[in-house]
C-alpha cells in the first residue's frame, strides 16, 4: 500500500543524496533552507520509505520526523 510520507532531516543532505532519491523516486522533491531539509511529499509503500531512511542512516542525517500524511479520502471518512 503506498501511503505519502513527509520526512525531515537536520541540516543539508549531500548533493549525491539528492541525486540519488531522485533517481529512485523520480518526481521527488527536496528542499532545504540550511538548517533542515525537508522532503514534503513522497509517495511510497513501507519497503521504499524504509529504503529511504537507510540512505539518510548511511549519510549521518538525522532525523527529525516521519509523518504519514492521510489522503483527501481518509481525511473524509476517518
Known amino acids: 500500500m503506498?501511503?505519502?510520507?513527509?520526512?525531515e532531516v537536520r541540516g543539508v543532505l549531500p548533493s549525491g543524496?539528492?541525486?540519488?532519491?531522485r533517481r529512485?523516486?523520480?518526481a521527488v522533491v527536496?528542499?532545504?533552507?540550511?538548517?533542515r531539509?525537508?522532503?514534503?511529499?513522497?509517495?511510497?509503500?513501507?519497503a521504499a520509505l524504509r529504503a529511504v531512511l537507510d540512505?539518510?542512516?548511511?549519510?549521518?542525517?538525522e532525523l527529525?520526523?516521519?509523518?504519514?500524511i492521510p489522503s483527501d479520502a481518509e481525511r473524509r471518512n476517518p
Do not use: C, H
Open 30 to 35: 527536496v528542499q532545504s533552507d540550511g538548517d
Open 24 to 26: 529512485r523516486f523520480s
Open 64 to 68: 527529525l520526523l516521519v509523518k504519514a
Open 37 to 46: 531539509t525537508v522532503i514534503p511529499s513522497m509517495a511510497v509503500d513501507q
Open 17 to 21: 543524496l539528492n541525486d540519488e532519491l
Open 2 to 7: 503506498t501511503t505519502n510520507y513527509r520526512v
Open 55 to 61: 540512505l539518510l542512516w548511511d549519510v549521518d542525517g
